[in-house]
Nanobody, 126 residues
Framework: VQLVESGGGLVQAGGSLRLSCADS????????VAWFRQAPGEERQFVAT????????YYTDSVKGRFTISRDNARSTVDLQMNSLKPEDTAVYYC????????????????????WGQGTQVTVSS
């Protein structure tokens, strides 16, 4: 698994962005995949996760109703559609894949994910 994120950028509050995570080796169709984010001076935090077939999805409370995680295994991609963006959503967003096919137990923990991308910057201006 080798993950590459794209789609970050600068957007005004209330706007939308769509992030994409691609597996360049096209092998993560059986892996649970998550998005995390890290703001300056803060810990990396869980945003959302999705099971191998898209049947299970979990979100952190602050993004529920605004963000949607989805995947296309034929294209080996996992997307994060972000709507109604707020300045507090500003962070570097990371894609991460687990060795398991479904999110387990503490699915929000960084330790559950073994493969990480390099991150993409999202900046939301007020």
């Amino acid at each position: 698994v080798q993950l590459v994120e794209s789609g970050g950028g600068l957007v005004q509050a209330g706007g939308s962005l769509r992030l994409s995570c691609a597996d360049s080796r096209r092998t993560f169709s059986n892996n649970a995949v998550a998005w995390f984010r890290q703001a300056p001076g803060e810990e990396r935090q869980f945003v959302a996760t999705i099971s191998w077939n898209g049947g299970s999805k979990y979100y952190t409370d602050s993004v529920k109703g605004r963000f949607t995680i989805s995947r296309d295994n034929a294209r080996s991609t996992v997307d994060l559609q972000m709507n109604s963006l707020k300045p507090e959503d500003t962070a570097v967003y990371y894609c991460a894949a687990a060795r398991t096919s479904v999110p387990r137990g503490a699915y929000y923990a960084k330790s559950q994910y073994q493969y990480w991308g390099q991150g993409t910057q999202v900046t939301v201006s007020s």
